[in-house]
């Protein structure tokens, strides 16, 4: 009797251990946070593990829901489109441009970025000889922006005042350039506590106005933010970088990427010797533009764009896509009618909608709120699509890449597991898919909120939790649901 009371006991720990795994999020990892988790079979849908579904904010693991719709609404071959060209007349004798030049953003997010290097190197000088092969040396008029693709650029609600002059904080543009950001190069003392010398700005841009509070600091780390609205030439810099250096970078969101862009454009064309007479200017809402195209640029496909943009949790990509989801469906690319549209693309897809409350596309706004049934559900619409690899295979992988690279490091779901990850003040969210112990394809999805313990504790929690999903048994399955 005494045996079979130790092994009575024995299962109970087991089962407790192993057959309840949202315990591990209960207990010291996550006091008094709000969580909630959906797990499932990815090929039949069952439910493996499930807490009571609460709506929380997501962070950027909203960007699963964007990046899907994208693919599923534009395809993985869409391509978005950035043009030169002029209207007036060209006189043959000297080659001089009686007109205006015209630039037409197509509201690529990644004209001339970071992350796409070899792709845009050297557009604005073939786009010069591309003038030049259309006989124009020199141009009698101005230069036009035409930013009739994107209806209004504005920020979306829940976009915080401490974020939205930072790099990461960027808004969208119908010509948006270098990621809508620009770099403050920073020289700071050797003793904490000094003021810091902003020694230069790239590009350069002589109408900002950039007021610097930052102080050298013993902190390793940048510890900056820059404050700024949207088309303000006015910015203000607070905080603290490392001390002893003497260019330390930070990166700021531009105040006008159409500007910024046509200013280099003109100053490639300068050096080609094809001068301009005039001035950048917006177009007028009541001229009709109609120009003779001299070059187009396309931008990478977007199977391509979506790497970046989930590995690196790009929010301007996720924003840009947003806004053309509301294109293509709505006619619209007006914040309003893509939010519409989004909502309308998951409903008729027969997605959980059900606490479901998207205001921007890429999460950075803390009036997002989603149900983790709600991610998982869209992670088994594309697990079951035509485009499964292709949005599969730009998600972080578990000790390879991107947010997930130093994630999970000697336990099963190293090199195992697929998945975004989202954090900003108390907030933690992961959801993707792994091979459990048994074989089985489990889609996953958690989010914590207002926890008061790190972002590493947190972080440890959820790998916890995964890690006693994948030792889950089918027979541990139905003690579970039932």
């Excluded at 650029?153 to 543009?173: C, F, H, K, R, T």
Aim: with cysteine; aromatic share 10%.
């Amino acid at each position: 009797m005494k045996k079979i009371g130790l092994l009575i006991l024995g299962f109970a720990i087991f089962h407790s251990a192993f057959a309840q795994p949202g315990s591990v999020l209960k207990g010291a990892d996550l006091p008094n946070a709000g969580y909630s988790v959906y797990a499932i079979d990815a090929e039949s849908g069952a439910v493996i593990y499930e807490t009571p579904q609460v709506s929380l904010v997501p962070a950027s693991v909203i960007k699963l829901v964007t990046t899907a719709a994208a693919l599923g609404i534009l395809g993985p071959g869409f391509q978005f489109h950035t043009q030169i060209g002029f209207n007036g007349k060209i006189n043959p004798e000297n080659g001089a441009l009686h007109g205006n030049l015209v630039f037409r953003g197509g509201c690529d997010p990644a004209f001339y970025s970071e992350y796409f290097p070899e792709h845009y190197q050297g557009t604005f000088e073939s786009w010069g000889e591309a003038m030049r092969k259309a006989g124009i040396k020199s141009i009698n008029g101005d230069l036009i922006l035409d930013l009739s693709q994107l209806e209004v650029a504005s920020v979306p609600g829940g976009w915080l005042w401490e974020d939205i002059g930072n790099y990461y904080g960027a808004g969208v543009s119908a010509l948006s350039y270098s990621d809508n950001c620009y770099r403050i190069h920073f020289s700071s003392a050797e003793q904490a506590g000094k003021p810091v010398v902003i020694s230069g700005l790239t590009p350069a841009m002589d109408s900002l106005s950039l007021t610097s509070n930052v102080v050298s600091s013993t902190a390793n780390r940048d510890l900056t933010v820059v404050y700024g609205a949207p088309g303000s030439f006015s910015q203000v810099v607070e905080g603290s970088i490392p001390l002893g250096r003497t260019d330390f970078v930070v990166k700021a969101a531009t105040p006008d990427p159409p500007r910024t862009a046509a200013t280099e454009f003109i100053n490639v064309l300068k050096k080609k010797g094809i001068v301009i007479s005039g001035k950048i200017r917006p177009r007028d809402k009541t001229e009709n533009i109609s120009f003779e195209l001299v070059a187009d640029k396309p931008s990478p496909t977007l199977q391509e764009l979506i790497i970046p943009l989930n590995q690196k949790s790009i929010n301007l990509f996720a924003e840009h896509l947003l806004r053309e989801i509301g294109r293509a469906r709505k006619g619209s690319s007006s914040l309003v009618k893509s939010l519409e549209a989004l909502n309308e693309f998951w409903e008729s897809s027969k997605i959980f909608s059900a606490g479901f409350y998207p205001t921007d596309g890429c999460g950075l706004s803390r009036s997002n709120a989603v149900c983790p049934r709600t991610l998982a559900e869209v992670l088994r619409f594309m697990y079951l699509g035509p485009n499964r690899d292709v949005f599969f295979n730009s998600l972080p992988a578990a000790g390879e890449s991107g947010s997930s690279q130093s994630a999970f490091k000697g336990s099963n779901l190293e090199h195992n597991l697929q998945a975004n990850t989202g954090s900003m003040t108390r907030v933690r969210s992961l959801a993707g898919i792994f091979t459990d112990g048994g074989g089985r394809k489990v889609i996953f999805a958690v989010i914590a909120n207002n926890f008061n313990c790190t972002q590493a504790a947190a972080g440890h929690a959820f790998e916890n939790l995964l890690n006693e999903l994948y030792t889950l048994k089918i027979s541990e399955e139905w003690e579970i649901k039932n």
